[in-house]
T-cell receptor, first 116, second 116 residues
Framework: DSGVTQTPKHLITATGQRVTLRCSPR?????VYWYQQSLDQGLQFLIQ???????AKGNILERFSAQQFPDLHSELNLSSLELGDSALYFC???????????????FGPGTRLTVL | AQKITQTQPGMFVQEKEAVTLDCTYD???????LFWYKQPSSGEMIFLIY??????QNATEGRYSLNFQKARKSANLVISASQLGDSAMYFC?????????????FGKGTKLSVIP
């Protein structure tokens, strides 16, 4: 158990809908990262938050947004869902702001999103 | 941009034997981190081992060791005394701290199957 929690574990929804994925980082970790894992794209970084502020953006679609709350939990919002958004979405956390390359990211169990 | 190459889509190993999973990376950064993660069929991403670019000694964590050859830009994972529970996908990743962007870049993974 990495200490990172994600809910829900599975989510099935229809095209055009909006969903919210939730993540709680390990105790003491200030950084939260979101990743998407799909069969065709592999594991891709979406976005990072550090202590409530957005720090870095990767291949995140404009239909997707995220935030980190004062209690450090984070939510990833996916809207106008398309079939291609079906994937495993991971949240990871680390202690620091990743300013050095030694900071290990610990992953949650993931949320499997299926868009029908 | 960082690039990670894992040339072995699938590997088989006999139980109790050692196996090496290959990983090469491409970076122009002086300081970077190299990570290996395990993804069992259940889906979670499990951190295995870390190697810093300035570490002179190869990292070891129990049955896992990282064969780091900086000049060749390779960071192979060695699993000794394979167990049935080692059957999983293994991902090599690098963390780089480009300006304003701190993220893990993953390879496509190697599927390891341990044969009894």
């Amino acid at each position: 158990d990495s200490g990172v929690t994600q809910t829900p574990k599975h989510l099935i929804t229809a095209t055009g809908q909006r969903v919210t994925l939730r993540c709680s980082p390990r105790s003491g970790d200030l950084s939260v990262y979101w990743y998407q894992q799909s069969l065709d794209q592999g594991l891709q970084f979406l976005i990072q938050y550090y202590n409530g502020e957005e720090r870095a953006k990767g291949n995140i679609l404009e239909r997707f947004s995220a935030q980190q709350f004062p209690d450090l939990h984070s939510e990833l919002n996916l809207s106008s869902l398309e079939l291609g958004d079906s994937a495993l979405y991971f949240c990871a956390s680390s202690v620091r702001d990743q300013e050095d390359s030694t900071d290990t990211q610990y992953f949650g169990p993931g949320t499997r999103l299926t868009v029908l | 941009a960082q690039k990670i190459t894992q040339t072995q889509p699938g590997m088989f190993v006999q139980e109790k034997e050692a196996v090496t999973l290959d990983c090469t990376y491409d970076t122009s950064d002086q300081s970077y981190g190299l990570f290996w993660y395990k993804q069992p069929s259940s889906g979670e991403m499990i951190f295995l081992i870390y190697q810093g670019s300035y570490d002179e000694q190869n990292a070891t964590e129990g049955r896992y060791s990282l064969n780091f050859q900086k000049a060749r830009k390779s960071a192979n994972l060695v699993i000794s005394a394979s167990q049935l529970g080692d059957s999983a996908m293994y991902f090599c990743a690098t963390l780089y701290s480009g300006a304003g962007s701190y993220q893990l870049t993953f390879g496509k993974g190697t599927k390891l199957s341990v044969i009894p």
